[in-house]
């Protein structure tokens, strides 16, 4: 048994639809990895419910599991608007959101979360960033203007399998070279409080001073 094994062993077990959802998106996507899966998906249900949001925001539905997680965490009265830019993955991931015990509680749009955000003239208490990685400071930058004093942002991926090690073999190249670069940025600001978590691919919640 390796640690992860056991770690889902003693952790609350993902529902029915969940466990559906994440079946389909490793049978119909090409990169079912994309996907959050049981333990950070429990992870973003058991942070939402400990900070309450009223208002959500996602960078990057992919198959939407994370979304439905992060749904499942709200209050009443709370509201996800999550974004994909892939217009191609929409006939994947509506019905999925649509069809699921949440649906009332998120919206989905299709487009470049830089160009929709400002649209949306939001102000959001917690946000979810795991879109492009070459455009992650660009993200963090226009979420940051829009967060509620004492709100939080979850980025992905912030630990990239590793590549962000000088001396991972990987380190030179543009995605890995953009996530160094965001991780070194939020490291200085002195706007936010921050941690890296070491789960599954590395996530740094950052927390917005008041």
Not at 11 to 18: A, K, M, N, P, T
């Amino acid at each position: 048994m390796t640690i992860d094994e056991y770690i889902l062993q003693h952790i609350d077990e993902e529902s029915d639809y969940l466990k559906a959802l994440y079946r389909d998106t490793h049978v119909k996507l090409l990169y079912p990895r994309m996907a959050s899966g049981h333990l950070q998906g429990r992870m973003l249900k058991m942070f939402v419910s400990m900070i309450r949001p009223r208002r959500v925001l996602e960078i990057g539905t992919y198959s939407g599991y994370s979304a439905l997680c992060i749904a499942e965490g709200l209050p009443e009265g709370g509201m996800l608007h999550t974004i994909e830019i892939n217009d191609e993955q929409e006939d994947f991931t509506r019905p999925w959101l649509e069809g699921s015990d949440y649906a009332d509680k998120i919206k989905f749009y299709i487009g470049d979360a830089l160009e929709l955000v400002p649209r949306l003239d939001l102000t959001f208490d917690l946000a979810f960033i795991d879109g492009d990685k070459r455009k992650y400071a660009d993200y963090y930058e226009m979420v940051l203007a829009r967060l509620s004093d004492g709100g939080y942002i979850i980025a992905d991926n912030t630990l990239w399998d590793g590549h962000v090690l000088e001396e991972h073999p990987h380190a030179s190249d543009r995605q890995t070279i953009c996530i160094k670069e965001f991780n070194d940025f939020v490291a200085r600001d002195g706007r936010v409080e921050k941690v890296i978590l070491p789960l599954r691919d590395g996530l740094t919640i950052i927390r917005k001073r008041s």
